[in-house]
């Protein structure tokens, strides 16, 4: 995971709370021993604001050239009743004391250069003045100089209000935190409400400088703020994020191996279905748009229903387009087109699309590349083997018909409807024909090495479709 988020282009990476277990702790001295940490990362380590753990903390960090110590402690009104049994004065003092031993290790350490930052632990359930005051204390005591790299990190430990309070909020403590023009101002959002990427996208127009968060947002309860969803945010903007995404589903395999959670299929960016239209309308508009654009040969990204071009992500467009009830002729023609290279007419796309609704309003579900090639040979092409078409016929649609009527002994005359020919990649020709038997009209299709034979097979079985006998195997 480590290696992913450096990978990713991350520059400060919190790596463990090496008070808490024998296995954060081996895991900081392990990538500082392998010294495994780019030259261009800060790392960052936490401690509750008690002297024993902050000092073990600190201890930790031996050997590494630079990182962070984050201390805090809860400030909240509830936090201060029934955790602390404390007033507001000892919560105080616990921090200050707390930022006591923080400042003697920075000096303690000696070789490594420490940036230390201070968290008023459940800011977002604090009253704002007594969160300035705790702030302030700190920051009396801390003095930033400009040479010194100091923070304070604010987090909305619990999501507790609208994403524009904690914005105001934040606003508040940037206009009075002492000493501002030499700290740097963080955030650090849960996501209680469903709301943790607004918040900090909120939090940021409101002043604060650097967002604490994780990917795809694993963390306590309803998760951090996701990373990810904010930074492709700004990309999806025209604003570079300093991170490669390039191949997201990568990095999210790794997150889901690591974690043992899976990123759920409608993540915002990262998940599976978040590139894919079930939608008739929207597939309709997207299938349009991307061929407009191929035609344009755009090299600007604006196409309905996709906020980014799914290639910036490593993702294809193979599974743009998914069919099911909900889908209409404009995606059953695009999976049409983009599995098999056919470019069915417009009233053939709507004749399938009827068919294949029938069939998953009936099976539920959608239709795979197979199942739609299934459903489309069921009803267009002939179930005979094919035979050579009457000699010197050419593919005159009427001729072809009239000998058709005559090998079937039909009482009614064939008559064409519509008929398109295509060339296939392949080089050989394929042929749509719309034919009406009497009160009866079908659709037929059929591919060929030649024109003409592609016309006589593809009415030939639009004449079986119509309701007439087999007439593909009998020879006019
Ligand atoms: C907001 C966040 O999510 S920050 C991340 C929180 N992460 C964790 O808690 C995981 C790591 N924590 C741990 O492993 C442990 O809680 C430890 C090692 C830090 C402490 O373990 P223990 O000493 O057994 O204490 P325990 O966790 O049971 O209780 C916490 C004690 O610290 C106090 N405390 C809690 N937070 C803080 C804090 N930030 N600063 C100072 N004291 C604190 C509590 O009041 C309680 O005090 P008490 O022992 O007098 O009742
Ligand atoms: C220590 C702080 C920043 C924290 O993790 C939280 O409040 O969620």
Not at 129 to 147: G, H, K, R, Y
Not at 395 to 401: A, E, G, M, N, S
Not at 418 to 447: I, K, N, R, Y
């Amino acid at each position: 995971m480590f290696e992913l988020l450096v990978e990713l282009g991350f520059k400060e990476i919190e790596i463990g709370f090496p008070c808490s277990s024998a296995t954060d702790w081996a895991f900081v001295r392990d990538l500082i021993e392998r010294d495994a940490i780019p030259s261009d990362v800060l790392v960052q380590v936490m401690s509750p604001m008690r002297t024993d753990l902050i000092e073990q903390t600190a201890t930790c960090l031996k050997g590494l050239s630079r990182g962070v110590l984050q201390v805090f402690n809860p400030t909240s009104a509830v936090q201060r009743r029934d955790v602390f049994e404390a007033d507001r004065q000892r919560i105080k003092d616990l921090a200050v004391a707390g930022a006591e031993t923080a400042l003697r290790m920075r000096d303690v350490l000696g070789g490594t250069k420490l940036s230390l930052q201070y968290a008023p632990e459940s800011f977002s359930q604090t009253e704002p003045d007594f969160a300035l005051e705790v702030c302030n204390a700190v920051l009396e005591l801390w003095q930033p100089s400009a040479d010194d790299d100091i923070r304070v990190n604010l987090p909305a430990t619990v999501e507790a209000y609208p994403p524009m309070e904690f914005g105001d909020r934040i606003e508040w403590m940037h206009r009075h935190l002492a000493y501002r023009d030499r700290i740097t101002l963080s955030v650090h959002p849960h996501n209680d409400r469903g709301t943790g990427v607004a918040a900090a996208e909120m939090a940021v127009l409101a002043g604060a400088q650097r967002v604490e968060g994780t990917l795809f947002g694993n963390g306590e309860r309803s998760g951090n703020v996701c990373l990810v969803t904010l930074a492709m945010n700004l990309f999806s903007q025209g604003v570079v994020p300093g991170l490669d995404f390039g191949d997201l589903d990568r990095a999210r395999r790794v997150a889901e191996a690591c974690t043992g959670m899976t990123v759920p299929p409608r993540h915002p960016w990262a998940g599976d279905l978040v590139y894919t239209s079930f939608a008739g309308s929207h597939q309709d508009a997207i299938s349009k748009s991307l061929r407009k654009r191929e035609q344009r040969s755009s090299q600007w990204w604006d196409v309905p229903y996709l906020p980014i071009d799914p290639h910036d992500i490593g993702r294809e467009y193979s599974a743009l387009i998914r069919v099911n009830n909900q889908s209409g002729k404009g995606g059953v023609n695009y999976l049409m087109r983009t599995g098999f290279g056919l470019d069915l007419p417009r009233r053939l796309q709507i004749d399938l699309s009827k068919l294949v609704q029938a069939y998953l309003d009936e099976h539920g579900g959608e239709v795979s590349r197979d199942l739609l090639w299934t459903i489309f040979q069921d009803a267009y092409c002939t179930s005979g083997s094919p035979t050579s078409a009457p000699m010197a016929a050419g593919d005159d649609p009427d001729v072809l018909l009239a000998a058709l009527a005559q090998a079937t002994g039909s009482r009614f005359p064939y008559e064409c409807l519509e008929l398109t020919v295509q060339d296939m990649a392949s080089g050989s020709s394929c042929c749509f024909a719309h034919v009406a038997v009497a009160e009866h009209a079908a659709w037929g299709f059929a591919t060929a090495q030649t024109r003409s034979l592609a016309v006589w097979l593809a009415l030939a079985a639009a004449v079986e479709k119509a309701g007439s006998t087999n007439i593909a195997t009998s020879s006019p």
